[in-house]
Antibody
Framework: QVQLQESGPGLVKPSQTLALTCTVSGGSISSDNYYWTWIRQHPGKGLEWIGYIFHSGSTYYNPSLKSRVTISVDTSKNQFSLNLTSVTAADTAVYYC???????????WGQGTLVTVSS | EIVLTQSPGTLSLSPGERATLSCRASQSVSSTYLGWYQQKPGQAPRLLIYGTSSRAPGIPDRFSGSGSGTDFTLTISRLEPEDFAVYYCQQYGSLLTFGGGTKVEIK
């Protein structure tokens, strides 16, 4: 059973960098045919895709966030990470990590972590 | 960027009724890359349907998906109390986007 767990600070100051890590267990992050993704949800709002990465390191980002986002993978730790720079209050959200398959859908999700941007 | 528009925004129905949720794409999406999710408060989304019409493991057969091109539908044949939730469609044909969601609430 694949499990994903987000970790990182729950509070980030404005203009700083939001950094989260997703630890994958029960499966290898180096498996072919999967992508590893970050998705966020503003309080009371819908789902917003942030970006995804393949184990090869190829990345794809939401155009609206592309200038501020970096997703990376550490195959030795079976983890992937999200960096979002120059955060504002508008980046306050629940951040989810998930695994996507060949049809693009994400069956396995982390439980989500709330990140608040505030001084 | 492919924009997904879900309608209606809110659907008020009673248990036992049929729910029909719509997802319209701003450009054609391959049927392979269209999915549906259910989300309840405080929980991560749960995959219901992938590839337009295939049910994810453990999903009851009262959930079905259909459609092609730019118009896709999620149907819940008879609503159970646990089905009242928010539903999202998602496409992966061009990057990845989610629809804005449809809330199915108890009438």
């Amino acid at each position: 059973q694949v499990q994903l767990q987000e970790s990182g600070p729950g509070l980030v100051k404005p203009s700083q960098t939001l950094a989260l890590t997703c630890t994958v267990s029960g499966g290898s992050i180096s498996s072919d045919n999967y992508y590893w993704t970050w998705i966020r949800q503003h309080p009371g709002k819908g789902l917003e895709w942030i970006g995804y990465i393949f184990h090869s390191g190829s990345t794809y980002y939401n155009p609206s966030l592309k200038s501020r986002v970096t997703i990376s993978v550490d195959t030795s730790k079976n983890q992937f990470s999200l960096n979002l720079t120059s955060v504002t209050a508008a980046d306050t959200a629940v951040y989810y990590c998930a695994r996507g398959g060949v049809t693009g859908t994400t069956y396995y999700w982390g439980q989500g972590t709330l990140v608040t941007v505030s001084s | 960027e492919i924009v997904l528009t879900q309608s209606p925004g809110t659907l008020s129905l009673s248990p036992g009724e049929r729910a029909t949720l719509s997802c319209r794409a701003s450009q054609s999406v391959s049927s392979t890359y269209l999915g549906w999710y259910q989300q309840k408060p405080g929980q991560a989304p749960r995959l219901l349907i992938y590839g337009t019409s295939s049910r994810a493991p453990g999903i009851p057969d009262r959930f079905s998906g259909s459609g092609s091109g730019t118009d896709f539908t999620l149907t819940i044949s008879r609503l159970e109390p646990e089905d009242f939730a928010v539903y999202y469609c998602q496409q992966y044909g061009s990057l990845l986007t989610f629809g804005g969601g449809t809330k199915v609430e108890i009438k």
